[in-house]
């Protein structure tokens, strides 16, 4: 499997995929609102794009669709619950379901809601397995849940799927907020030696080259992944006293999810 990361540079802080099979050279392009980059992208590595996915029904990740539809003629797969919002959807997916580029690649859907109600990711179940997460994981943060999302949903997602698979998975989402989310991650543990080390690192970094983290970083960078830290529950009671001394892990996501939605 080939994967490219495509830096958008626009205000959205958009990062766009391309995944190619090395045999035929077909792509699948996810959530290509800059469609022109991603096409630019495909042509200097000799692939063609003949697949988009949409992770979810957000413009800022399928307003591209049209543009890169009417270039190459590709198919758009997306959440069969968001086919509808999306518009001229070819293909709707469900869990489980196996997203095929050529004949090397093979993507697992899942089916993440929390920021949307119907959202996808894709899991690839390479050597080092890569998830292409949309706006449901960040890197060392958590999707918000502002326009038809849940965040008892997102936090079932985190807790039910993405903390089980395994440490090596590299994160790759759909947009760039590493320094502020490591910002915040230091706010509620100042004390968090790997989110100072990443923090100083992504400072000295442009947008397009900001690091991919794994799972396994994540679950030491990403407050949202620390829901049993004493640290973070004891600052967590400063702002929500009611929480009480021995908060579930469900109390916590979703308590510092509200604090992050004004943080």
Not at 27 to 54: F, M, S, Y
Not at 230 to 236: A, C, M, S, T
Request: net charge negative.
């Amino acid at each position: 499997m080939l994967l490219e990361r495509i830096w958008s540079a626009n205000a959205y802080r958009n990062f766009h995929y391309l995944i190619a099979c090395p045999e035929t050279g077909e792509a699948l392009a996810v959530d290509p609102l800059e469609w022109r980059l991603c096409l630019n992208a495909a042509k200097a590595r000799g692939w063609q794009i003949t697949q988009i996915l949409n992770t979810h029904e957000h413009l800022d990740h399928t307003g591209g669709n049209l543009g890169l539809v009417q270039a190459t003629g590709a198919r758009v797969l997306a959440h069969a619950g968001a086919a509808t919002r999306i518009g001229d959807v070819n293909v709707g997916l469900s869990r489980g379901d196996v997203v095929r580029v050529g004949r090397t690649v093979e993507l697992e859907c899942l089916d993440t809601p929390g920021h949307t109600r119907s959202h996808i990711c894709l899991l690839s179940h390479t050597e080092q397995p890569a998830l292409i997460c949309g706006d449901t994981l960040f890197n060392a943060g958590a999707g918000n849940c502002h326009n038809g999302g849940e965040p008892e949903l997102l936090y079932d997602t985190f807790s039910s799927q993405l903390a089980r698979l395994p440490d090596t998975t590299r994160v790759l989402p759909g947009h760039e907020y590493l320094t502020r989310n490591l910002e915040f991650t230091l706010d509620r543990e100042p004390g968090n030696a790997d989110a100072q080390e990443l923090l100083a690192r992504s400072r000295s970094l442009t947008p397009e080259a900001a690091p991919i983290t794994t799972l396994g970083e994540e679950k030491r960078i990403n407050t949202f992944f620390r829901l049993r830290s004493p640290d973070v529950i004891g600052r967590l009671r400063e702002v929500f006293p009611e929480i009480g001394e021995h908060p579930d892990e469900r109390t916590v996501f979703l308590k510092l999810r509200e604090l992050r939605n004004r943080w």
